[in-house]
């Protein structure tokens, strides 16, 4: 611990740190049905490789059926039996 350090902690100032991660989430309304697949499909490629450009490290993806349009209405038709 460094002097600023440890005067930050012993009078509560809190220390600025420039953070080196830049989080993007990537969001899009995906059509529904194979007819969409492309469209669907490119836009799940270029909006990842957008934030990237625009300077993201971390880019959460898209759900698993995004490309498909398809979504589960409910937790009891997503769930397995």
Excluded: H, Y
């Excluded at 930050?8 to 993007?24: C, D, F, I, L, M």
């Excluded at 995906?30 to 909006?47: I, K, T, W, Y």
């Excluded at 990842?48 to 971390?58: D, F, I, R, T």
């Excluded at 759900?63 to 409910?74: C, D, F, K, Q």
């Amino acid at each position: 611990m460094n002097a600023a350090t440890a005067k930050a902690a012993e009078t509560g100032a809190a220390t600025k740190r420039k953070s080196p991660v830049r989080v993007a989430v990537v969001q899009f309304n995906p059509q529904v049905g194979l007819d969409n697949f492309e469209s669907n499909e490119l836009a799940a490629r270029l909006r990842p490789q957008q934030a990237a450009k625009e300077g993201a490290n971390l880019i959460v993806l898209l759900p698993e059926l995004a490309t498909s349009g398809r979504n589960r209405p409910s937790l009891t038709e997503a769930s397995v039996s």
